[in-house]
């Protein structure tokens, strides 16, 4: 929801997921170079990996398309 | 819950990586950032209160389910699963779905007609002022009560999974809740609600997708739970035709008529803390919109509620047990195996995100209810009965002072609960007796035209005063289960229902009575207020796919779907 020149929500949400999807996709490539000792179950999976990577995607896409000032809602 | 105090000495679960702190920490700054920025938004009474009425179906919608998704839901529903097995899932479908439909297409036309601020207002239009006494009071006393339980959860939560300080907890909660709730007003609390839905789907859906996987998919965890457990937790009706078939030692009639016909509609549809947020749509058909939608992204809870419970069952090696057991083996409870879940699967960065998930709801659940007793606490109480006559500009500031000193009244419950722990039992029985007399009342005053003011006020204080009644009756002889909840074999949850069911029973009998027996309001006063009497815009202009029928038939649809293919 906006109103006048504000901010969209979903522009909020965008960040969200784009700063917590770009962090966990770091730790995760660090982890693949530096496997860690203690690992949790399906490590082997890298699921930090690719769930970093899809909420960095759609956090992106929602800063985009969101963007203050193009009057999205 | 009384599971999560007694545990609160038992070691840490899960320790956090550089990148976790991190991540929970930018939630918070992220959460005060949209307070401060929204302040400039929050000038008028409508603006503080009621969010501008301005609010899309979706936002309306996503806040409506968010402001529900706090407490101990996740964790103690997931709790639940793990006990109870798939049982625990009727209270996301029978249990919201019919009463969120049925708030959507019966009962929103005339909250938003009407144009009430808030459930009491509502029913002060239809019955008068000594109901929106009884109700605003009632309700307030009980919002910051369980504020506090909130608060006092969550910090109890955390100092079990990450070892943090109780004090340290609260302090930072209830700080945050208190600037951005009383900065941005309802507004704040439902951006703020939206964002955290978003960050428990994103922390939590990881981890029934992983469990899946590693349990071979569906069959593959019924196979494992079959063999762990019983082939019956995967069963969500056919173990209830006897109490003691099923481990909730429940009956189909409680899950029917006291959970689904009852409670649930009584909650759905009456409880202010989640109404008040449909109230804020920017028109009649948004306002209907946000219950469907809310309803349509409820059915999918128990992807990350109810399943990780499950596939606790299945995967877990450490054998989870009730609270007394687990506080004399040191051991693992119920109300565990999420963060278990979590642990389990979570690695740095992931884990940051599904703990900032459980604070994120946590804080949802407490800010709906600082919101909701704003609201109610100026404009049903303060403005009602002690200043009448006061500016908009005071009543926004008597709301911004009233946030403050509603999170202040509720970090003082939190300490009291942690002193008294059997208060957070008495206040959560508490709170139920007035949310099943309270659908009564408001379903009769909506579609009835001839109930009155006296048979609305007698109705309800009846309804309250039978359901407290039966409450202390069992408590004093614990014999009278059999009378209350039908079966000497029915378990807490299930003398709930039927104290709801009868409550509300001998609400509509004694409004129905002394309505009778008194003089009715001429129809034109009644306009907007009740069916029959009320014009409810048409939607022929609207296409069908913007229709709510349309909608609520999908989710109609789908609902008995689920139910059928886990029957």
């Not at chain 1, 969209?8 to 693949?32: C, P, R, T």
């Not at chain 2, 679960?13 to 920025?37: M, Q, T």
């Not at chain 2, 704040?188 to 981890?207: C, R, T, Y």
């Not at chain 2, 403005?383 to 009244?409: C, E, F, N, P, Q």
């Amino acid at each position: 929801m906006k109103r006048g020149g504000s901010i969209s929500i979903w522009f909020f949400i965008g960040i969200s997921l784009l700063v917590n999807g770009l962090l966990i996709f770091g730790a995760g490539v660090y982890e693949f170079f530096h496997p860690p000792v203690k690992q949790v179950v399906l490590y082997h999976l890298h699921a930090n990996i690719w769930w970093g990577g899809i909420l960095a995607v759609i956090g992106a896409a929602y800063c985009i398309h969101f963007a203050p000032g193009k009057g999205r809602v | 819950m009384t599971l999560l105090l007694a545990l609160a000495g038992t070691p840490r679960l899960v320790h956090l990586s550089p990148i976790d702190l991190i991540i929970i920490v930018f939630y918070f700054v992220l959460v005060l950032a949209i307070g401060f920025y929204l302040k400039e938004q929050a000038n008028t009474g409508e603006d503080f209160f009621m969010a501008g009425r301005e609010m899309t179906a979706w936002i309306a919608g996503l806040s409506f389910l968010s402001a529900n998704l706090g407490s101990l839901e996740l964790m103690g529903w997931a709790g639940a699963s793990y006990q109870y097995g798939i049982l625990a899932a009727h209270w996301y479908w029978i249990g919201a779905i019919p009463a969120m439909l049925f708030l959507a297409l019966v009962m929103m036309p005339f909250y938003y007609i009407s144009k009430t601020h808030s459930v009491p207002g509502y029913l002060k239009l239809r019955f008068g002022e000594p109901s929106r006494a009884l109700s605003s009071v009632s309700f307030a006393f009980m919002t910051v009560l369980m504020s506090g339980i909130n608060m006092y959860s969550m910090a109890l939560v955390l100092k079990i999974v990450l070892g943090w300080d109780i004090n340290f907890s609260i302090l930072i909660s209830s700080v945050t809740v208190a600037i951005y709730v009383a900065l941005g007003g309802l507004r704040s609390a439902i951006f703020n609600e939206v964002l955290q839905f978003i960050l428990i789907w994103a922390g939590a859906l990881l981890i029934p997708i992983l469990g899946l996987i590693e349990a071979g998919g569906w069959s593959g965890l019924k196979a494992r739970i079959a063999t762990n457990a019983s082939a019956e937790y995967t069963h969500l009706w056919s173990t209830l035709g006897r109490f003691n078939d099923n481990p909730m030692g429940i009956h189909w009639t409680g899950i029917v008529f006291g959970l689904g016909a009852i409670i649930s509609m009584g909650y759905w549809t009456t409880d202010f803390l989640v109404v008040q947020r449909v109230l804020s749509a920017k028109d009649l058909r948004a306002a209907k919109m946000a219950p469907i939608i809310g309803a349509g992204f409820k059915m999918m809870v128990p992807f990350i509620v109810i399943l990780p419970g499950l596939l606790g069952l299945a995967l877990l090696d450490t054998k989870l047990v009730g609270e007394t057991q687990a506080i004399a083996t040191n051991g693992h409870s119920y109300n565990e195996v999420l963060p278990l879940m979590l642990a389990r699967y979570c690695g740095p960065g992931l884990l940051g995100l599904g703990i900032t998930a459980l604070i994120a709801g946590f804080m949802s659940g407490m800010a709906g209810n600082v919101s909701a007793f704003t609201t109610v606490w100026t404009y049903d109480i303060y403005r009602a009965l002690i200043k009448k006559d006061g500016s908009d500009a005071h009543y926004v500031s008597m709301g911004r002072w009233s946030t403050v000193v509603g999170v202040a009244i509720s970090v003082g419950t939190a300490y009291l609960v942690m002193d008294f722990k059997s208060i957070m039992d008495y206040v959560q029985a508490l709170f139920s007796f007035f949310i099943a007399p309270l659908f009564g009342t408001v379903l009769l005053g909506m579609l009835w035209k001839r109930a009155t003011s006296a048979g609305g006020f007698w109705g309800l204080l009846a309804g309250t005063s039978s359901s407290v009644g039966m409450w202390a009756w069992v408590k004093m002889d614990p014999s009278a289960l059999r009378y209350v909840a039908l079966s000497p074999y029915a378990r807490d949850m299930a003398e709930n229902m039927y104290r709801a069911l009868w409550s509300c029973l001998i609400c509509a009998f004694v409004t129905v009575a002394v309505s009778l027996a008194t003089k009715p309001r001429p129809d034109a006063e009644l306009k907007g207020l009740v069916y029959g009497v009320t014009d409810i815009p048409s939607e022929a202009y609207v296409s069908t796919l913007h229709r709510p029928w349309f909608w609520a038939v999908v989710v109609g649809i789908i609902f008995v779907v689920l139910n059928v293919i886990f029957w």
